[in-house]
Every structure is written in C-alpha cells, then in structure tokens.
Nanobody, 115 residues
Framework: QVQLAESGGGLVQAGESLRLSCAASENIFNFNVMGWYRQAPGEQRELVATINVGGKTVYADSVKDRFAISRDGVEKTVYLQMNSLKPEDTAVYYC?????????WGQGTQVTVSS
C-alpha cells in the first residue's frame, strides 16, 4: 500500500516562503507522475504542480514563477518550494502519486497565508 506523508505547512505572512515535503513509502520513480494539489474551503481541489518520471514539470498559472516542485530519489521525497505567498494560496495542500489510472493521496497539510 502506497503511503504519502506531507509536512511543512503552517501560518505565514504574505510575501513569506514555505517548503512542503511529501515523503513516499516507496521509490518515487515507480510513479508516472507526482505532484501537489490544493483545496480551499468551498472550492474544488486544483492542481498546483506536477513532475513526471522524466522530470518534466507543470504548474498552475496562478503559481508559476513563485512555486517550484522538485524531488529527491534517495529521500523518496517530493518538495514544493512556495515563495511570495499570497492570501489566496491559503488551502490544504495534498500530495498525489499516479501510476497509469491509479491515484494515491496524502492526508494533506494546511497552509494559511495572512495579509
């Protein structure tokens, strides 16, 4: 059973930075794609950033040039560096891993950005 454990969320002021971590229970290169999604209260879950097995990254327009996704195969961890945070970035952030049509999710970590 794949397990994903997020960490690194918290309360920050607008303009500050946070780094989220997603530790996987197995080799992250087993997955076709890993990434981060977020869900704000009353909103649908949305894609933030993904990285595929080949290293190609995809970002939501709202976070381009502010967020960066990366990975460490030895640590079996995917990171999301979030800079210049805005109040509208406030959400629960979820780690996701995919193999073809199968999906796994972490439990989520809360990010709150105050103005």
């Amino acid at each position: 059973q794949v397990q994903l454990a997020e960490s690194g969320g918290g309360l920050v002021q607008a303009g500050e930075s946070l780094r989220l971590s997603c530790a996987a229970s197995e080799n992250i290169f087993n997955f076709n794609v890993m990434g981060w999604y977020r869900q704000a209260p009353g909103e649908q879950r949305e894609l933030v950033a993904t990285i595929n097995v080949g290293g190609k990254t995809v970002y939501a327009d709202s976070v381009k040039d502010r967020f960066a996704i990366s990975r460490d195969g030895v640590e079996k961890t995917v990171y999301l560096q979030m800079n210049s945070l805005k109040p509208e970035d406030t959400a629960v952030y979820y780690c996701n891993a995919k193999i073809l049509s199968r999906n796994w999710w972490g439990q989520g970590t809360q990010v709150t950005v105050s103005s």
